[in-house]
């Protein structure tokens, strides 16, 4: 099940000289405290900066990396209150050096924040300074009208409880800045919510703020108290402080800062002629050409990629701490003897191999075979469909979508007959003769009340629709009826989908119908015998959380041994903790309907989680899975949770002496240099990436009641990525949890509490086991 490989990982180890000790101090003062203390370390800097040259005050310690032998029976600095007949005599004492390498890691940690501060030919961006920027290396695309800077992810991890020495993750990244100011958007749009959310750089001092809001009751002549007290307009700060004139017929943006010493926030309001839009419009993510152009400087290669790091490595190394008043540069990191290898680290690995691909009449595709072509293999049957017949209803636009729906007709029911999917009978077709909802409703209205007449149901819709995928005019109306009205799943598409290869397009459309109808495209083999041999529901929950819509949760549970038909639920309010326990007992009920027995093993992967947050998860949410399995009186279920983490810094690059390349998918790192022990956790490369490099996503398994499943979860994670219906080939994350993106990001995007009829699906839809959302 796994092949034993090497990579190389964009991680570069740290670490202090042996030859070079870290020596420890303590000020001992009379009748000591820790405001003493401070108090003395800023009387006597000036004392400690001739003596020990460099050195840092952590925690009333003083550590430096030059030995004063004086200091051993102590170096008297002086009097507190420069009375030396006082009992106040501040004395430095060497109290050795530094062994531990938790402590010498903790220094090594404060030197790069100190050197990370001095990369002053860059632009820093966050409130961490993760990201560094060259502003000038720029490259302009005045196509787009935009230019980008490259530079840098920077992460700082520290060595693990002392056992490993610290790695510096290092990454490229991009920022995208418009030629286009926030004024000239406000301008044009008349629109103060058109900029809200979006990241701006104020052009003065290169500084980016996210726009919480737009107060147009505020505008420049409008004052406020400054840092003196005084009462100024914010036109004359600007003046004063930065030497610019400002329109004064312009509102103000709004955004808070955080400070970086007490972590406190703040309010401040911004001009909007001197912010700078960044980002991509959606004109741009539009147009495949204009991407193209850009995906050139925005997705190196793996070679690019460790050359930059490289280089960035190099130029820490190398930084020059300028000491003004003593009129010196040193470089702070050969000063106290730290080290970074430049080049990427070598990490053991393992391949998980994928097995085969599953489809009807015992045909298996080999998904390792380089021969293997799955976006025409899968076009030909599909692994099961249901027995029964569904009454399918296809609705398009009589006016400019005639000529496209009888070639639609046509090539529906070839390919119905090429996979002898049977499930629909003989099609009803209704025209529209306008794009408008009150022409689609009488239309769908008919159709219902002549299936209520012959005492049927209609099982599916398909509307073809003019405009753009998920923008047709008419998206939200079509969908909103399918779910309410007929309690049926639904299909979309689009008249300009169907203009090329129209009957590959018809063959997707139906594998999709299928899946939405309760059948199963493709299933997958060579799942972990954990999870044969005892029944088992696999979950996926994520969150949608998006400025001016309503919040949502979404829930996904397996019901069949193929891992193919699932029980969805979507959560709309409250908090979402406390809804968890509803939806996991509907979930388990769900599963019991549908095998005649509970769950004995569950696995819930959970999207959506920061570092910071996975002790609420095991907090809040873990304990509402355990309620609703006592609720059920269940005793002998077994839960374990894994965190899905899809935005991380890491990369990992074929090792060997040939071109580094991206690694395949199936790709597992678990190894001790790269990830925590805290946990069991592992990166994973689960998909194929044409252009620039690979990006893994990072598992981690926080709870499990069951012992010894950690490479059985890896495998099946990996398994997982590949029965996602909507893509014929495995996908970043697994499938459970991408259905339930989907979903939370469905309901989420059209969901309007200002909607009579709530854009949510009836409970029989829910029933049905199907996935009505994709």
């Known amino acids: 099940m796994f092949q034993n490989i090497q990579l190389k990982a964009n991680f570069h180890e740290m670490r202090l000289n042996p030859s070079r000790p870290v020596y420890q101090y303590k000020l001992e003062i009379t009748d000591s405290s ?39 029976n102590g170096l008297v600095l002086g009097s507190l209150s420069g009375n030396e007949t006082n009992q106040d005599t501040a004395t430095l004492k060497l109290v050795g050096k530094i062994e531990n390498k938790a402590d010498l890691n903790i220094i090594i940690s404060r030197l790069f924040k100190q050197v990370i501060r001095s990369q002053l030919q860059m632009v820093s961006v966050g409130n961490k300074g993760q990201k560094l920027f060259w502003s000038s290396r720029a490259q302009q ?9 490259p530079g840098v992810e920077c992460i700082f991890r520290p060595g693990e409880g002392g056992a490993q020495n610290p790695t510096l993750v290092i990454d490229c990244a991009f920022k995208m800045l418009r030629y286009r100011s926030a004024l000239e958007e406000l301008n044009q749009t008349r629109n103060p ?24 009751n505020l505008k420049p002549a409008s004052t406020f108290t400054n840092e003196k007290g005084e009462t100024i307009s914010f036109a004359q700060y600007y003046e004063q402080r930065y030497k610019v004139k400002v329109d004064g017929n312009q509102p103000l943006i709004r955004a808070t800062v955080r400070s970086k010493q007490d972590k406190t926030e703040k309010t401040i309001h911004l001009i909007p002629q001197l912010c700078q839009l960044t980002g991509l419009t959606d004109a741009i993510r539009n147009d495949f050409n204009a991407m193209k152009n850009l995906a050139v400087v925005t997705k190196p290669g793996a070679d690019q990629r460790m050359k930059m790091a490289q280089e960035f490595a190099n130029q820490l190394a190398n930084t020059e701490i300028v000491n003004k008043k003593a009129g010196t540069k040193r470089q702070i990191f050969k000063e106290w003897g730290v080290e970074i290898n430049p080049g990427s680290m070598d990490v053991p690995a393992r391949r998980i191999h994928p097995g085969n691909m599953l489809m009807g009449n015992g045909l298996k595709l080999d ?41 639609l007709m046509q090539n529906f029911q070839a390919a119905c007959n090429d996979f002898k999917f049977q499930a629909f009978m003989a099609p009803k077709v209704f025209p529209i003769e306008q794009d408008r909802d009150e022409d689609l409703e009488r239309v769908l209205d008919g159709f219902q009340k002549q299936a209520e007449a012959n005492k049927a149901k209609v099982g599916f819709l398909l509307f073809l629709l003019p ?27 689009v008249e300009k989908t169907l203009a090329k290869n129209t009957r590959s397009i018809v063959n997707k459309i139906l594998i999709q119908l299928n899946a939405k109808v309760g059948g199963t495209p493709w299933a997958i083999d060579s799942l972990p015998l954990t999870f044969q041999n005892q029944p088992t529901m696999i979950c996926g929950t994520d969150c949608f959380v998006k400025s001016g819509r309503k ?22 309010s409250g908090e979402f903790s ?9 979930s388990l009920l769900a599963f019991k309907e549908q095998n005649g027995i509970f769950p004995k093993l569950v696995i819930i992967y959970r999207d959506g989680v920061g570092d910071g947050q996975q002790a609420v998860v095991l907090a809040n949410e873990l304990p509402q899975y355990k309620q609703a399995l006592e609720e059920l009186q269940i005793t002998d279920t077994k839960i374990s949770v894994v965190v ?36 069991p956790n592992f990166y994973l490369i689960s998909q194929v990436t044409r252009q620039g490099t690979v990006t893994p996503s990072l598992y981690k398994i926080i709870h499990s009641d069951q012992a010894g499943l950690d490479d059985d979860i890896k495998v099946l994670t990996f398994k997982l990525c590949w029965l996602f219906y909507n893509f014929t080939g495995s996908i970043k994350i697994p499938a459970p949890v991408r259905y339930a993106h989907c979903l939370c990001n469905f309901i989420g995007d059209n969901y309007d509490d200002r909607d009579q009829v709530k854009f949510l699906p009836l409970p029989d839809l829910v029933k049905q086991k199907v996935l009505f959302y994709i």
């Open 578 to 586: 406390q809804h968890l326990q509803s939806v996991f007992k509907a």
């Open 141 to 149: 695309f005045k196509d787009q009208n935009l230019e980008i800077w």
């Open 367 to 407: 998904l390792s075979s380089p021969q293997t072509n799955l976006d025409r293999q899968t076009q030909t049957q599909m692994f099961s469909t249901p027995p029964q017949q569904l009454i399918l209803g296809i609705i398009y636009n009589k006016k400019t979508g005639q000529q496209t729906m009888d070639s």
């Open 467 to 493: 405009g753009q995928k998920k923008k047709a005019r008419l998206y939200k109306t079509a969908k909103k009826i399918s779910m309410q009205k007929f309690g049926c799943a639904s299909q979309v598409v």
């Open 193 to 216: 919510s058109c900029i809200q959310d979006q990241i701006v750089m104020t052009t003065y001092n290169k500084k980016f703020y996210k726009v919480e809001a737009v107060d147009v």
């Open 551 to 572: 919040n949502q949760l979404a829930f996904c549970s397996t019901v069949d041994r193929n891992l193919s038909r699932y029980y969805s639920q979507v959560v709309t």
């Open 34 to 72: 820790p405001e003493k203390v401070s108090e003395a370390l800023k009387k006597f800097r000036p004392q400690l900066q001739t003596q020990l040259i460099l050195f840092m005050s952590l925690n009333q310690n003083i550590y430096s990396p030059k030995l004063i032998q004086e200091a051993d």
């Open 644 to 679: 899905c983490n899809k935005r991380v810094s890491a990369k990992f690059y074929t090792g060997g002496n040939a071109r580094p390349d991206n690694p395949q998918p199936g790709t597992c790192v678990d190894n001790p240099k790269v990830v925590e022990q805290s946990n």
